[in-house]
């Protein structure tokens, strides 16, 4: 690779999902690549579990987990009303329980192997920048300042988006992410007590080796679920709740529900933080920057899952650095096949879904639990949520909304309107421009559907 004066050719600020894959596919073909990671270790502080579609790990050309990484799935799946009266069987989904710590430490030795640096303890503080353009990193490495000089700069630093949060404002790159863009998430798995859980399976209170999926259970965007494996002697907790005044928070609401199971014993793994469920950023890179992962706001916007967006944009990104590295050319113009590969693929379905989050959180709890006991949300919606793939229903289905939801015109009318404008976003974003150009790029933001285009 050209070095033009830089140290690197790649600086990684950020060894999570995003950031590891793509220092090791950039690596792997000759370049000089260096990792920062503010952690002691990769992985280090995300002890908790992640779920990810089966088939992002071919889609993102990046190794699978490993055994160690796997967490058992449930036999089954199912989503409940807030009430509990309504029940929606999704049987198994097409995702796989990952231990989100362990995956990050086997992606960081990937990375490694394939010859980036890693370096931990280090914070990144911010972009260097010169001529108009990213040249590197300034970072810590504990109390002493250094900086790394590079051809790129690529910001994997998570929600806080060190770097991208301090470019010129005319990228575009540095929105701060809206309070009412997060949720506070907190999944932990805690041994159990099995002959108190069998006697709760007995007496009806839960299934076993079912994960149960409550919907509304602490306000419109909220999730609650608990999976129960009495064989394996375990049950994990997951609660995601948008802080919203006057109700119960994350932390308070798990803590109720792990109360009131009777049987938890010791917590074995887990943790929480917060997690963008924004619009991601319309464009991804600068001069001599790529973002990815949640700095890009590169999740489910249902339900805030981002991993496998993550790994999918690193493979789009890491075929762009490499190109820019092969020309000696590193603006944004250099740098825009990423934007177009992940915004007119992946990025068209987070669209789709952006539109479809807001349409739900304009629903009361007791509407969602209606569209649940009507069959207005079927297993299939949700099952697409979760992939995320468009909702595709049949004729019959679609016939089978209809009559179920007669007397729930306004609800089925709403969530068909939502359909509608979120297709066309969908489409829209498979139209993102082929090049880049300001001008371009302001054209398309201005003509996105359904007057909600908004930084």
């Not at 944004?332 to 096949?337: D, E």
Request: contains cysteine.
């Amino acid at each position: 690779m050209k070095s033009g004066g830089a140290e690197w050719d790649l600086v990684v600020a950020g060894a999570g999902p995003a950031g590891c894959a793509l220092a090791a596919k950039v690596a792997s073909a000759g370049a000089r690549v260096l990792v920062l990671e503010q952690a002691k270790s990769p992985g280090e502080g995300r002890g908790w579990i992640v779920d990810v579609e089966r088939t992002a790990f071919a889609a993102a050309g990046v190794p699978e987990p490993g055994p160690d990484a796997l967490w058992p799935a449930p036999g089954r799946q199912v989503m409940v009303s807030s009430d509990r009266a309504s029940t929606i069987d999704l049987q198994r989904l097409p995702v796989v329980p990952v231990r989100n710590d362990l995956y990050v430490g086997q992606l960081a030795r990937w990375a490694e192997s394939a010859g980036a640096v890693m370096r931990t303890g280090c914070t990144a503080v911010e972009p260097l920048i010169g001529a108009g353009a990213v040249t590197g990193v300034r970072f810590l490495d504990g109390d002493a300042e250094e900086v790394a000089r590079s051809h790129v700069a690529a910001d994997c630093t998570g929600m806080s988006g060190v770097l991208r949060r301090k470019t010129p404002a005319g990228w575009g790159l540095d929105r701060a992410v809206k309070q009412s863009d997060i949720v506070i998430a907190r999944r932990e798995v805690w041994s159990i007590d099995r002959d108190a859980a069998r006697a709760a399976a007995a007496d009806g209170r839960f299934q076993d080796d079912v994960r149960v999926d409550r919907a509304g259970a602490a306000g419109s965007y909220s999730i609650e679920t608990c999976h129960v494996d009495i064989s394996r002697s375990f049950v994990d907790v997951l609660v995601g709740v948008k802080p919203v005044t006057g109700l119960p928070g994350t932390d308070e609401h798990f803590e109720t529900l792990m109360r009131g199971l009777g049987f938890a014993g010791e917590r074995i793994f887990g943790g929480g933080a917060p997690i963008p469920i924004g619009r991601a950023l319309y464009s991804f890179v600068g001069d001599g920057l790529v973002v990815l992962g949640d700095s890009a706001g590169q999740v489910i916007p249902m339900h805030g899952s981002g991993t496998a967006s993550a790994l999918i944009a690193a493979d789009h990104a890491s075929r762009a650095v490499l190109g820019a590295l092969r020309r000696g050319a590193y603006d944004s113009a250099a740098l825009w096949s990423y934007c177009r590969g992940f915004q007119s693929g992946r990025g068209s379905v987070l669209a789709y879904y952006y539109v479809i989050r807001r349409h739900s959180e304009s629903l009361s709890v007791s509407e969602i639990d209606r569209m649940i006991s009507r069959g207005i949300l079927a297993a299939s919606d949700v099952r697409s949520g979760l992939v995320p793939e468009p909702f595709s229903p049949n004729p019959v289905a679609l016939g089978t909304k209809l009559v179920r939801g007669l007397g729930e015109l306004g609800l089925l009318t709403g969530f068909a309107r939502a359909g509608i404008t979120a297709t066309r976003m969908m489409r829209h974003y498979r139209r993102y421009p082929d090049t880049y150009s300001a001008a371009s790029l302001a054209n398309w933001i201005k003509s996105m559907p359904g007057h909600i285009a908004e930084q």
